[in-house]
């Protein structure tokens, strides 16, 4: 699925002072499988624009195409498919629901359109070293353990972009390196591309194209 | 998933106010579905036996005497075309004038020549009467007078007049064969003809004589034929109608108040229509109680549904997760309340029969018709208004 920005402005960013931007304001277009990388520093938008393309942000200016059809005309309908098989995220502040267990959480998200079962569920925690604690209440996980949550969730459902928003900020090294072997084990299953939204660095993801915001 | 969803939506959520709802749902539902049996079931019945006259009623009616009566202002009589207009109401099934006596009459005795009973005598149509007795009829040149007297008559003169008077008293069959005397005085003239009780009349308190007689008494004895009546006597399909009340109200006509007491059928009328409108209320209460349950249970779990849309849920698979155990359990529900009145039938079957009325067994099939139609409409007015309060959350 291509992505087209013509001349977008997020209602939040237009308030802000004027400067020059890969996406602001700017003609953008992501192939897809592309593996993009959004360099920025903190409170510059990277979030805003990980949430204008999986469709939370709808106040904006200019256009905002989904192979080469408006976004913005789209309904609630269209939305929810778009992020069932074609958006896959990983958000910076997780958004997991505390009380419910890792499993739980990633079933809610994984039995829309099933690409994998629970023991490819638990093979996947087994990666990330979450194997014995898949079951434990959200709430009771650390901040570095429910983000393994979050990125087993988003590996569980088809996809054509993986939209990455500071995925690792709470992980080590070796977690970190964990999370991107699985993930691109994914996108290449899934013949996918990603946007990596992070604080300069790619953290071994072999990027094509950064942008900066 | 489905349970998943409803674990995340309703986990932490109260469900007392499901709970009265629901109570007032049971309630309600029963009280609607035993009316809406009993109106067909019983009701019906007894309106249909009163409308066809099975269970009509005799009433005899005369004008209210007021003070314009009193002073010759107005008529303590009906005229004919009072009488026509009367009958012609349409609770009236039957109805015809009492012709009194335009002469002085009185009872007597032959052994008890100082006995002397004012005889209120009149005469109606043979068809108000309860019986028509042999011998009921009479022709000028004949001797003996035939006469239906009141039951009540002849009770008050054995229970009070007989003993103050220190006359003798009669049992049905005796004073059937006694000889009486009825003096008929008037237009200078007196005259003592014997009379034979052949009947007696539960419905009219008067002595009746054959029309024959009372047109030649009054004649002979009288003024003639006065054209109106004192009296009606009335064969109404029900005295408990509020129609008739409203009538004799209007007209200032005045009958036995006791007689226009209720009737069962208006008892009952009564009855289902408070059953009835407890019924509804119940229902009417438990709906927005349930609407509001809702919309509370979705404004508390805000968050957890928008995190769910955000995830790509739509709007129907989370409708479903928060209509889902509600369908069931008002099924649940709907089956007690139908349980509940299939008993309640079966008890007031037994208490009914036992009462000389009957009740057909079974339930009829407006009452699922009416319990399919109240399940849908709260079914119905819940999905919209989950869906609507998820609509606007997600927009």
Redesign the interface.
């Known amino acids: 699925m291509q992505i087209r920005l013509q001349n977008v402005l997020p209602s939040n960013i237009a308030e802000g002072p004027a400067r020059q931007s890969d996406v602001w304001n700017a003609n953008l277009t992501l192939q897809p499988g592309s593996r993009v990388l959004v360099n920025a520093p903190s409170g510059s938008g990277k979030t805003t624009f990980i949430h204008l393309l ?1 469709g ?1 942000k709808r106040e904006f200016s200019g256009n905002y195409l989904l192979d080469n059809r408006s976004a913005v005309t789209m309904g ?2 269209d939305w ?5 098989i074609r958006f896959s995220v990983v958000f910076q502040d997780l ?1 997991l ?1 505390p ?2 267990s890792g499993m ?1 959480n990633i ?3 994984s ?2 359109r099933p690409v994998t079962d629970q023991a490819g569920i638990r093979e996947m925690a087994a990666r990330l070293g979450m194997a014995d604690k898949l079951n434990r209440p959200v709430d009771t996980l650390s901040q570095g353990e429910r983000q393994r949550i979050a990125i087993i969730r988003a590996m569980c ?1 088809p996809f054509d972009w993986l939209l990455l928003d500071e995925p690792f900020s709470h992980l080590d090294e070796a977690n970190i390196r964990y999370a991107r072997e699985l993930m691109l084990e994914r996108i290449e299953i899934q013949k996918a591309g990603f946007v990596l939204a992070g604080l300069g660095f790619d953290y071994g993801f072999a990027t094509e194209k950064a942008l900066h915001l | ?1 489905k349970s ?2 409803r ?2 939506i309703w ?2 959520q109260g469900r007392r106010s499901f709970v009265f709802a629901g109570i007032g749902f049971l309630l309600g539902l029963s009280f609607v579905l035993l009316a809406v049996q009993l109106y067909n079931r019983v009701y019906a019945d007894i309106r249909a036996d009163l409308e066809s006259g099975e269970l009509s009623r005799y009433l005899v009616l005369h004008k209210r005497i007021g003070n314009a009566q009193v002073m010759g202002k107005a008529s303590a009589n009906f005229s004919d075309r009072e009488v026509a207009e009367f009958g012609e109401q349409p609770f009236i099934l039957d109805l015809a004038p009492f012709r009194g006596n335009s002469f002085a009459a009185a009872l007597t005795m032959e052994q008890f020549q100082d006995m002397q009973i004012l005889l209120p005598a009149e005469t109606v149509d043979n068809r108000f009467l309860d019986t028509i007795p042999d011998g009921w009829t009479w022709k000028p040149g004949d001797d003996r007078i035939p006469v239906i007297i009141s039951s009540e008559f002849l009770n008050l003169y054995n229970a009070v007049l007989a003993p103050s008077m220190n006359y003798p008293r009669f049992t049905r069959d005796f004073i059937q064969q006694y000889p009486l005397e009825i003096v008929l005085i008037g237009n200078g003239k007196r005259r003592s003809m014997p009379i034979r009780v052949v009947g007696f009349s539960d419905r009219i308190l008067s002595a009746l004589v054959p029309a024959e007689f009372m047109t030649w008494a009054n004649q002979e004895y009288g003024s003639g034929e006065r054209g109106e009546y004192s009296r009606v006597i009335a064969r109404v399909s029900d005295p408990g109608d509020p129609a008739l009340k409203r009538y004799l109200e209007s007209k200032d006509y005045e009958t036995n108040q006791d007689a226009l007491k209720g009737t069962a059928a208006g008892a009952l009328q009564a009855l289902l229509g408070i059953l009835a409108f407890l019924g509804l209320l119940f229902f009417a209460l438990a709906t927005v109680i349930f609407l509001m349950a809702f919309e509370l249970t979705i404004s508390r779990a805000r968050q ?1 549904i928008d ?9 129907p698979s989370l409708t479903r997760a928060v209509a889902g155990t509600f369908i069931p359990v008002v099924l649940g529900i709907s089956g007690l309340s139908i349980l509940l009145l299939v008993l309640t039938v079966r008890v007031l079957g037994s208490k009914i029969t036992g009462q000389g009325l009957e009740m057909e067994p079974g339930i009829w099939w407006g009452v699922w018709v009416s319990a399919a139609a109240f399940i849908s409409l709260i079914i119905g007015l819940s999905v919209w208004r989950i869906r609507a309060s998820l ?1 606007a959350l ?2």
């Open positions: 999986y939370l609630r309908k929810a498919e778009l992020r069932q958004r629901f009380r419910a739980e079933r809610l998200k039995e829309l459902q | 998933m998943l969803l674990q995340i986990k932490g957890e995190l769910l849309i955000q995830l790509g849920h739509t709007l609509a997600a927009s």
